[in-house]
Antibody
Framework: QVQLLESGPGLVKPSETLSLTCAVS????????WSWIRQPPGKGLEWIGY???????NYSPSLKSRVTFSVDTLENQFSLKLTSVTAADSGVYFC???????????WGQGTLVTVSS | DVQMTQSPSTLSASVGDRVTITCRAS??????LAWYQQKPGKAPTLLIY???TLESGVPSRFSGSGFGTEFTLTISSLQPDDSATYYC?????????FGLGTKVEIK
């Protein structure tokens, strides 16, 4: 059974870069799309974008200028970098697996990131 | 972006009640709509996809309907375990967008 596990610093300073990794176990990262979703405290879900195992990406226009995804097929993991963070970037960050025409069927447990000096 | 509008934002109902949540899309999304359930401190879980297809393992008291721009999630007989926030999401176009959620409370 596939499992996703997000990891990264829980605290990031304003204006710095937020870096997270999602480790995939129980299945290959190949042949799937991998999305990042975030949820500010007490608020709803926001889709950040996806990366395909080949490295092709699709970012939400609202974050496109600050976000970069990468994939490591050998390590079976993928990563997110978000630059110039502010307090508005605080929240729980989830990774999820899907195919091109499918919803987000498998989710990680999420990791809380706080942006604060 | 496709805007997803959910209503109500919160609802309180008794065990055994029939509960309906509505989701409206700002443009047609055909049947490419999913419903998720999220409990506090947990990741969302997929309940329904393609507007009306029940995900494997989801109790049959959950059902979905709709096409185009109007969709509903129905819980036929509310159970204590259904206390959660429910989100709709369109996956017809990118960026994929979510509704703001409906919090379901048990009276």
């Amino acid at each position: 059974q596939v499992q996703l596990l997000e990891s990264g610093p829980g605290l990031v300073k304003p204006s710095e870069t937020l870096s997270l990794t999602c480790a995939v176990s129980g299945d290959s990262i190949n042949n799937y799309y991998w999305s990042w979703i975030r949820q500010p405290p007490g608020k709803g879900l926001e889709w950040i974008g996806y990366i395909y195992y080949t490295g092709s990406t699709n970012y939400s226009p609202s974050l496109k200028s600050r976000v970069t995804f990468s994939v490591d097929t050998l390590e079976n993991q993928f990563s997110l970098k978000l630059t110039s963070v502010t307090a508005a970037d605080s929240g729980v960050y989830f990774c999820a697996r899907h195919t091109f025409g499918d919803p987000l069927r498998v989710w990680g447990q999420g990791t809380l990131v706080t942006v604060s000096s | 972006d496709v805007q997803m509008t959910q209503s109500p934002s919160t609802l309180s109902a008794s065990v055994g009640d029939r509960v309906t949540i509505t989701c409206r899309a700002s443009q047609t999304i055909s049947g490419w709509l999913a419903w998720y359930q999220q409990k506090p401190g947990k990741a969302p879980t997929l309940l329904i996809y393609k507007a009306s297809t029940l995900e494997s393992g989801v109790p049959s008291r959950f059902s979905g309907s709709g096409f185009g721009t109007e969709f509903t999630l129905t819980i036929s007989s509310l159970q204590p375990d259904d206390s959660a926030t429910y989100y709709c999401q369109q996956y017809n176009v990118y960026p994929r967008t979510f509704g703001l959620g409906t919090k379901v409370e048990i009276k």
